[in-house]
């Protein structure tokens, strides 16, 4: 019996992941994504366990070459996307990406910013990487994306501030949820980077 | 993955996928080779797994072999550069284990 969730999560991809992690152990595995749902099939309790991975900074045909080498090793992956992504002219410009993925075209890498990569239960530990220099490196880009997705708020704010576009206070607001959306998962990855580079120190 | 250029020691990754690739082996085979090797001691994220071979294949030290049109599987296999850098890398930890030894040998106190 399949099941359809209407979820969705923003930035916050490890909430994300362990969502996925709580479904699978209560008997759900997942079979299609949505730009705003899940769906899944039944399946026996923890036979499944899932990892998200940001690739929004790859360019597209890096992304999907990762993808391959994934499915190689026997993970079944799933596109995500992780903003709602109404863009104009159906591309969108990320300054804070490698290469080709700075310009994220609806044929390609926009709204396919994350993997969700499923492995059967095996009782061994899954983790998609396991050198530091590389974890640090993936946070240190999840936060800047984060940052700039701040900037169109913040010239929103200034604008108003300045007079440039007429004061009002749903303006305000509208400007305060749009900085606070980039803002938010910036803080929070930030946060996890430091708590992070603590933790290797000690195993240092 | 950051091998240390000027003193020339390589990562323990990097020096077991080069171990790894005496033979030709696919991505799940250096996974599985490694993890045998270290009995699981180390056990490489697949991610980590594909962003060190690119970087080898980058530096020349390995390049990908598929002499079987059938294999659906990416193999790759070491290039003589590979494997001056894994026997750089073997005397290196020879002459380590040589300076550890004249110190610490016979640990029986």
Redo the contacts between chains.
Sequence with gaps: MSKRVLRYFGGLIKRQENWLNRMAAKGYRLVETGRLFYKFEQCSPNSYEYRV?FVGHKPHSEAQK?RE??H????RTFWKNINLNFALFKMKWRPWAQGTGQLATSSGGLNRELLI?EKRQDG??F?????P??IIALYKTMRKAWLWSAVPGLMLLVMILTGYIKFSWLAITGATVLVLWGLVPFAYYSLELSRYKRQERLYE | MRDNVQGGALTETTFLILLALYQPNHGYGIMQFIEQATHGRVQLGAGTLYGALNTLVEKGWIEPYNHDSEERRKTYRLTIEGKVKAQREFERLKEVLAIASSIMGGDEQ
Aim: charged share 30%; aromatic share 16%.
């Design positions: 991975e990762y080498f994934l190689e090793l026997g993970y990569v061994k530990p983790s998609l990487h396991t050198d220099s590389e």
